[in-house]
């Protein structure tokens, strides 16, 4: 149905285990002709069909989007984001009066490589990571309008910053409809989303459940939200009771945008502080002041190559907030670096506590939510790691 690519021998077995990726060193024989983006079949060195992929010239040259020999085509797409959608309403995410924000697609998670859709309430926002994917937006979008019906107000495609100039020029757009409201509820919370010029879809989905935690923990406590963007777990924390929240980040344009969302939940009692500064810098001088804090950081490692660097970026970072949290303060760490894994990770934050001194505990093992799916097949789709840690 579409041109082969042959494997060599022996390399078929990661595909037969469900793995999306096919690297060049695995590739025997391919058609000359291909450009980016071109569908592909991908066959054993034998012939034996394996999965129909985009092609793109580079380490990772096939990304599988099906391991069954269909056509992809309108009924295609219709059937995959109707599988994703469903899984959601099990989740019971699509008809919830408290959070109205949820992922509709993660990529390789929901078997669709370079694929990511946000719905924002009543807005679906669309990334693709790769210029197979993208030229299958029209097809997306009347998917989604299939699946929704009236419920879907707009589309937007925001895949200029995802995907490689080398590769195509695109601007941000908006597909269909109109965008009738960017605001959102997250578990009664509320917040203002800038999906045109916000970072990835407009807000960080997946800390969802684990926001949520914070604001438990929050009660009554005066609490730092480092890395704060949009101000996401100061709200959760203030919307629960804190008493005070000093929200921190080094961009002012995401304080401007905390301090719109704070205003938007003006029904809390606590205290807020917004602050421009370097985080560490900031945590440095203050002092056995808080009793919670969050440590969110962007990540730190893009690839292998960065990983050493960014463990001792986490190392520093950790070690300063463990040194400087009230006897009896509950830290929240994470790093959404994907070549830092959980066991890294732990063992990491393992290490500043050993260099700081203190006595720690680890309360809770946190990850991404059920609407960001981790792959069995998959594993690079987990991504999320974070520890609640008791700091005597």
């Not at 992922?103 to 719905?119: K, S, W």
């Not at 030229?135 to 929704?148: D, K, M, Q």
């Not at 959980?342 to 506590?353: D, N």
Request: overall charge neutral; some cysteine.
């Amino acid at each position: 149905m579409y041109p082969k690519i042959y494997l060599k021998k022996g390399k078929e077995i990661s595909l037969k285990r469900r793995h999306h990726w096919v690297f060049s060193g695995a590739i025997q024989d391919k058609p000359e002709d291909l450009n980016n983006g071109d569908l592909v079949t991908v066959v054993s060195h034998k012939g034996t069909f394996l999965g129909i992929g985009h092609y793109q010239n580079g380490s990772i040259m096939v990304r599988i989007i099906s391991f069954d020999d269909v056509e992809i085509n309108v009924d295609f797409w219709h059937n995959v984001v109707l599988q994703a959608y469903t899984m959601r309403r099990h989740l019971g995410l699509t008809d919830n009066p408290h959070t109205n924000v949820y992922r509709l697609v993660h990529g390789e998670g929901d078997l669709l490589p370079g694929l990511i859709i946000d719905y924002y309430n009543g807005t679906a926002v669309i990334q693709t990571h790769t210029i197979g994917m993208f030229g299958h937006i029209g097809e997306i979008a009347s998917a989604l309008r299939h699946v929704y019906g009236d419920l879907i107000k707009a589309v937007y495609d925001k895949s200029a910053e995802t995907l490689s100039k080398n590769l195509v020029e695109t601007e941000n757009r908006l597909i269909f409809g109109t965008p009738q409201t960017n605001l959102v509820l997250e578990n009664d919370s509320q917040y203002e989303i800038d999906w045109e010029t916000g970072q990835k879809t407009g807000f960080f989905i997946d800390q969802r459940e684990n926001r949520k935690l914070f604001g438990e923990y929050s009660k009554g406590k005066k609490v730092l939200n480092t890395f704060c963007y949009s101000g996401g777990f100061s709200i959760a924390a203030l919307n629960e009771g804190a008493r005070e929240v000093h929200s921190v980040d080094i961009s002012e344009k995401a304080i401007v945008l905390t301090d719109k969302n704070v205003a938007l939940n003006s029904n809390h009692q606590g205290v807020h502080k917004s602050v421009v500064a370097d985080v560490v810098k900031y945590i440095r001088e203050i002092d056995f002041d808080f009793d919670v804090i969050v440590l969110d950081p962007p990540a730190f490692a893009k690839n292998v190559k960065s990983r050493h660097n960014a463990v001792q970026a986490y190392k520093r970072l950790n070690a300063e907030a463990l040194k400087h949290i009230k006897p009896g303060g509950i830290l929240f760490t994470f790093s959404c670096s994907q070549v830092v894994d959980k066991q890294l990770f732990t063992a990491t934050v393992t290490a500043s506590a050993i260099e700081v001194g203190r006595k720690v505990k680890i309360l809770h093992y946190l990850s991404q939510p059920a609407d960001h799916p981790i792959n069995i097949y998959h594993t690079e789709t987990e991504y999320l790691k974070g520890l609640v840690l008791y700091v005597e």
